[in-house]
Every structure is written in C-alpha cells, then in structure tokens.
C-alpha cells in the first residue's frame, strides 16, 4: 500500500523560508511525476510545482523564482524549498505522485501560515 507523508509546514513571517518533505512508502515502482498543490480556503487546488523522473521541473508562475523542488530518489522524497514566503503563499499543501502501475496518489495535506 502506497502512502505519501508530508512534513515541514508551519507558521513563518513574509520572507521567511519553509521546506516542506514528502516521502513515499511502500512497494513502488518508477514514479511519472511527482509534485506540490496547495489550497487556499475557498479556492481550487492548484499546483504548485511538479518534477518528472527525468528531472524536468515545472512551476506556476507565481512562485517561480522564489520555490524549488528538488527530489533524492534513494530516499524516495520530493522537497519543496520555498524562501520570500508571501501571505498569499498560505494555504494547505498537498503532495502528489503519479506512479507506473499504480496510479496517482495524495499526501494528507500540511499547513502552510505566512503571517504580514
């Protein structure tokens, strides 16, 4: 059974920086894609960022420049580093896999507070 668990959200100042973890678990094969939504209250989930297996990385447009996501494979974790935090950056995150095989799967979301 494929779970995807989150870590690193919180409460930071604007311009701060917080580094979110997701770590998959289970027997997996190769993986699409994996990646970063987030969901602000009374908005739509939208992503945020997203990396292939090939390394090919993709963001919106909004957080280009300020967001990275980076992946270490042995440790089957995708990061998102996140620096100039903004308050519009609040919302809950989420993290996404697309796997070979199994399908898509989803993280059970982290709090991410950016306080003016």
């Known amino acids: 059974q494929v779970q995807l668990v989150e870590s690193g959200g919180g409460l930071v100042q604007a311009g701060g920086s917080l580094t979110l973890s997701c770590a998959a678990s289970g027997t997996i094969f190769r993986d699409i894609a994996r990646g970063w939504y987030r969901q602000a209250p009374g908005t739509e989930r939208e992503l945020v960022a997203v990396i292939t297996s090939g390394g090919t990385t993709n963001y919106q447009d909004s957080v280009k420049g300020r967001f990275t996501i980076s992946r270490d494979n042995a440790k089957k974790t995708v990061y998102l580093q996140m620096n100039s935090l903004k308050p519009e950056d609040t919302a809950v995150y989420y993290c996404?896999?697309?796997?070979?095989?199994?399908?898509?799967?989803w993280g059970q979301g982290t709090q991410v507070t950016v306080s003016s």
């Open positions: 996404y896999a697309k796997f070979v095989l199994l399908g898509e799967f």
